[in-house]
């Protein structure tokens, strides 16, 4: 049974549909399941990802509980993975359940008293005299994902062999006939149990599969403007098979390319055609929004997978066009990643566009890799390094002495580095590693930090005074794992070893960028030879501070200087509508989710900005977070972030903080940061919450951090669904898309919420934000070769407008000076060329567009890659130059 469609309807892409959405159709699976639980039946779903499991558990728990059965969720993803402990994940259950079902845990008391018995004794033992106790009614435990368990650190076989136990138990207990299982995920049995009859639950339950959406069901998605909704759904069938994702999918692309109008009879399987092959399968990469196909393809390159057997199978699926009729484990594997689906008693791929996408080619290809390497993360930015001079004696002459000192200047340090926007990236005992956004703030935190140290040693005796060395580099910086590398870093590391005690020494490259601004002296200290450095470098110093006067770097902006996000009262704020509208909107809905994407400099914080001060007009809280703003050894210990965003958000409701009150160990820091925000900060609030979280690309940068992280924030939204409470809280996720960081479709939550990604201006809205900046521009001839030079990107076209209506340029000296080292856009060009040059497949195909003056085609992720940075415009499966500043600089820096 279906639901008339209203349209014109924004279709869910990801995240299960919350009861009542109108484009939920019933499967087969849909009756077996609640008939399945209610004859009290252990069950289990196993299918790809994105197939409709949480969408029917819901409908099934609603279902259930009319008729009176007691139903829980135990949403594995949001205890915790990689940095929990086994006691934690027991804890977790333990609570989670609990909470779920309105029953009272000691988690102090109660799970503390049983330390004697294991941690899955506990957790039966809690079943047995609470659970089976305390509730008479029939009960149905939801485990979705079971699939959480392949991330833990240790053994899980005990948990499931505790639900084989609870199966076998009804013969003897006939309270454990009360108790039933549902398990939900992605994965085979065979991956989360192995070969264990005797440990194995799945062995004893029913297990109902998900079969593809019918043609005739589909038919009610198309809406008032299609003429045949039945040869709408014949045509999307034919690409989809009923794949639930793609049929949405589908079905939204159809609506977007109709606006206004009408698809006629007849047209159907044409557009189609032409929508598949222009706006999925070619360049497939950068067009997976939301990601749907990198994750089939990231889960089958998983490390705890068979990749080369499976691939090949895979290929002779693809080469035979069907597979043989047995029944190997791989081919269940393959089904669960969602490429093949049994037909007729045999394999075969599961739909068209799978067929396209992963075909014969990408296929040979992949097989050639040996391994998945580690990706590296890489940026530009201003690297300063810290150094003690001669720690080492001090050391040795008092240690306890000297490590007090060096602790009480780090922590100044630290404390300074966050005032001017900086980063910690790594302690090195006696010093710092620390990254700056532009070597203007690098250099001015710099000379502060040397002027705060010089001031308070006049007051102190010679035994209490450390002399510290500065050096600073701007290069590049590469992230894998935990390590902190690269050429910049080498060559950075070398320098504060030439300054002075007390001084700073600059690289070429900083002092390139701050000369003009430096109101200080600067020595000239010519070319010195560094150790592991082959060519000698010029470098700058200057001198440690020795007078009151102020030496201090005069301003980088003005107070109308375009940098960073636009301020709230600011003219220069163009609004991009509809896109405002859309944002302001959805924040007034329940337990909404917004994701606001882009390069950097294209806005992204300016419109967040105004999202959090309409909702404030609303009534509603706001807390904004930047994750910029974190030490690294924050956002490197999963414990100590999630700490950490609970103080802010308590801190910025004014709340008093009771984070003690809710954190247990036992638990594991997942569970205590969703109970404090469940039990206390959304308890305590009676308007919505809204928090935003910007830069969350930094949390990339961070893998294991990321991997738990995001799947928390996911369950939060999921929670809204279900639990009125979580309604209350409204999330907006902020992040660039220049860092390229493969991501479990499952455990973030950038494929569900509304996604917003900005764009660049059009030709109208550049004349409009000249005319704020006082430009008396009365046709395109001065708009016109600026949309051409830096094609519409926001932060290139304010620079452009400031530095015009100061007279400071002509547009004339703009197009002539722009790509060159005394351009205003040169940092900005700087950073995309160390990205370039540390990834030479970007670079090489990059170059390749340039060359040409015909749009070039691409391999899909190299397209991605290009695209996210905004080097390039992606047309279909071809790419041309996103703008004339890009192609001219980086055919000069070619010729050098």
């Known amino acids: 049974m279906t639901a008339k469609l209203n349209a014109p309807y924004h279709y869910q892409l990801g995240g299960s549909l919350p009861l009542g959405a109108p484009t939920y159709i019933e499967r087969q699976a849909d009756a077996e399941l609640e008939e ?78 049983r330390s004697d018995l294991s941690p899955v004794q506990r957790l039966q033992a809690w079943i047995e005299t609470v659970l089976l106790s305390q509730i008479p009614q029939n009960i149905v435990l939801f485990i979705d994902p079971v699939d959480s368990v392949l991330g833990l650190n240790f053994s899980t076989d005990a948990f499931f062999a505790l639900i084989r136990q609870c199966y076998d138990r009804r013969a003897a207990d006939g309270a454990y006939q009360r108790l039933t299982f549902a398990l939900l995920g992605t994965a085979t049995p065979r991956e989360l149990i192995g070969n264990r009859p005797k440990a194995n639950p799945f062995a004893v339950s029913r297990a109902l599969t998900l079969d593809g959406l019918q043609p005739d069901g589909m038919a009610s998605l198309a809406g008032a403007q299609v003429e045949n909704p039945q040869a ?456 919505p919450l809204v928090l935003a979280l910007d830069e969350v690309n930094y949390v990339f940068e961070h893998p294991h951090v990321a991997k738990e992280v995001l799947p928390l924030f996911r369950s939060w939204y999921e929670e809204a669904k279900r639990h009125p409470i979580w309604q209350k809280l409204r999330l907006i996720i902020v992040h660039s898309t220049e860092i390229y960081v493969p991501l479990q479709l499952k455990q973030s939550p950038f494929n569900v919420g509304l996604p917003i990604e900005l764009g660049r201006f059009t030709l109208e809205q550049v004349r409009t934000l000249a005319q704020r900046y006082g430009l008396r521009w009365t046709d395109d001839q001065q708009a016109q070769p600026l949309m051409s030079l830096v094609g519409g990107h926001p932060a290139l076209i304010h620079l452009a407008l400031y530095h015009l209506s100061r007279g400071d340029t002509t547009i004339e000296q703009l197009q002539e000076t722009a790509f060159t080292t005394k351009g205003i856009y040169i940092h900005h060009l700087q950073r995309h060329q160390v990205t370039l040059q540390e990834q030479p497949e970007l670079s090489q195909a990059f170059y390749t567009v340039l060359n040409s003056t015909e749009p070039v085609p691409l391999e899909s992720i190299v397209m991605y890659k290009l695209s996210s940075m905004g080097l390039i415009k992606s047309l279909g499966n071809t790419a041309i130059v996103s703008c004339e500043l890009y192609r001219q600089y980086f055919m000069l820096q070619r010729k050098r």
């Open 36 to 113: 399945a639980l209610i004859a009290g039946d252990y069950c289990y779903i196993l299918d790809a990802p994105q197939t409709g499991k949480s969408s029917l558990r819901i409908r099934t728990m609603d279902k259930l509980q009319a008729q009176g059965i007691v139903c829980v969720e135990l949403d594995l993803s949001g205890i915790g993975s990689q940095q929990i402990t086994e006691e934690q994940w027991y804890g977790g259950i333990v609570q989670t359940l609990a909470s779920g079902l309105g029953v009272p845990f000691d988690r102090r008391n109660g799970w503390h008293s």
């Open 232 to 687: 709408l759904a014949l045509a999307i069938w034919h690409w989809t098979r009923g794949q639930p994702f793609l049929t949405q999918k589908l079905y939204s692309l159809v609506h977007r390319h109709l606006g206004a109008g009408i698809l006629r009879k007849g047209e159907e399987t044409h557009l189609l055609e032409h929508m598949v092959q222009t706006q999925i399968i070619e360049a497939w990469e950068a067009q997976d929004r939301p990601v749907h196909f990198r994750a089939i393809r990231d889960r089958l390159f998983s490390p705890t997978r068979s990749t080369q057997q499976l691939l090949k199978l895979y290929q002779g699926i693809l080469q035979q066009g069907r597979a043989i009729a047995d029944n190997p484990p791989e081919c269940l594997e393959l089904q669960t990643l969602g490429l093949i689906a049994r037909h007729q008693d045999r394999w075969e791929v599961h739909n068209p566009i799978y067929a396209a996408i992963f075909n014969l080619d990408w296929v040979n290809q992949a097989l050639k890799l040996k391994n998945s390497p580690l990706e590296m993360i890489s940026v530009s930015a201003a690297l300063i390094f810290t150094d003690i001079v001669a720690s080492t004696a001090r050391m040795v002459a008092d240690e306890q002495h000297t490590l007090h000192l060096v602790q009480r200047d780090l922590q100044q340090m630290r404390q300074l580095c966050q005032q001017f926007g900086g980063q910690v990236l790594k302690s090195l005992g006696d010093g710092l590693l620390m990254s700056f956004e532009s070597p203007e703030k690098a250099v001015s935190y710099a000379i502060a930090i040397q002027e705060a140290f010089a001031i308070a040693s006049s007051n102190l005796p010679e035994r209490d005074i450390l002399y510290h060395r500065i050096g600073i580099h701007l290069g590049d910086v590469f992230f894998r794992g935990d390590d902190v590398m690269g050429k910049g870093v080498n060559l950075a590391s070398r320098l504060q070893q030439q300054a002075e005690p007390g001084g700073i020494c600059l690289s070429q490259s900083v002092y390139d960028q701050v000369q003009h601004l430096l109101k200080v002296e600067v020595i000239k200290l010519g070319l010195r030879k560094l150790k592991g450095i082959p060519e000698p470098v010029p470098l700058y110093q200057i001198p440690p501070y020795r007078s009151s006067a102020a030496q201090e770097i005069k301003p980088a902006r003005s107070p109308y200087y375009p940098s960073g996000a636009v301020p709230l009262d600011s003219p220069f704020y163009l609004e991009r509508t509809p896109v405002e509208a859309q944002v302001y909107d959805e924040m007034k809905k329940p337990g909404a989710l917004v994701r606001i994407k882009a390069p950097k400099e294209m806005g992204k914080t300016s419109l967040m900005l105004r999202a959090l001060d309409h909702t404030n007009t609303q009534g509603f809280h706001t807390v904004t977070l930047s994750l910029e703003q974190i030490d690294s050894a924050i956002l490197n210990d999963l414990n100590r972030f999630l700490r950490w965003l609970c103080a802010n958000v308590t801190r910025q409701l004014q709340l008093e903080p009771k984070l003690d009150d809710y954190w247990d160990e036992d638990i594991g820091s997942k569970i205590s940061c969703t109970l404090y925000f469940h039990c206390y900060l959304l308890e305590k609030i009676q308007m």
